[in-house]
C-alpha cells in the first residue's frame, strides 16, 4: 500500500489507512489513531496499522489514544483482538488509551483488557480529555483540533 504521509514541523499525518486516520504528534511521541466508519476490520488491515505506527515513530517510545468509537465489536475476529494486544510492531506503546462510547463497547473493551492482556498499559475511557491526561498531556485543546477528534 502506498502511505499519504502529510509531514509538518513535528506531526505527521496518515491519510490513506483503510482502518484508521493516524495523527503523530513528534514532539510529545503520542499517537492519535480514530477508527474509520465502517471500516475493513481484518488482521492483514490491523497489523499493517500497526506497522505503520511503529515505522513513522521509528520505534521510539510512544503513547496512543485509539478512538473506537466507530466500532462495532461484534464484527471484530478474536485474531485482531490479539494481533491489537500482541505483535512485533507494539512492543513501544508504553501506554494505550482507548476511546469508547456506550455500554456494550465498555464492556467488551473490558473483555478485550481481560482475556488479551495487551503488552503496554491499556485503559478505558468514555471522555477523550480523561484520556488525554492519563497519558500525560496537559494541554490537549490543541492535539483535538489537529486531529478532529470529537469530544
Known sequence: ?????LEQNNYIHI????????HYFKDIKLVV?????????N???TLSNYK?????TKGDDIVVLFDTRNLSFENVPKEVLNCMAKNEYNVNQK?????????????????????????????????????FEWLGVSNPQPLIKISGITL
Open 95 to 131: 501506554k494505550f488509551a482507548v476511546i469508547y462510547e456506550g455500554l456494550g463497547q465498555k464492556l467488551m473493551g473490558g473483555l478485550y483488557t481481560t482475556l488479551y492482556k495487551p503488552y503496554s498499559s491499556t485503559k478505558l475511557f468514555s471522555e477523550v480529555k480523561e484520556a
Open 52 to 56: 505503520i505506527i511503529f515505522e513513522i
Open 43 to 45: 488482521f492483514e488491515n
Open 15 to 22: 491519510t490513506n489507512h483503510p482502518l484508521t486516520d493516524i
Open 33 to 41: 489513531s480514530v477508527l474509520r466508519k465502517e471500516a475493513p476490520i
Open 1 to 5: 500500500m502506498q502511505i499519504n504521509k
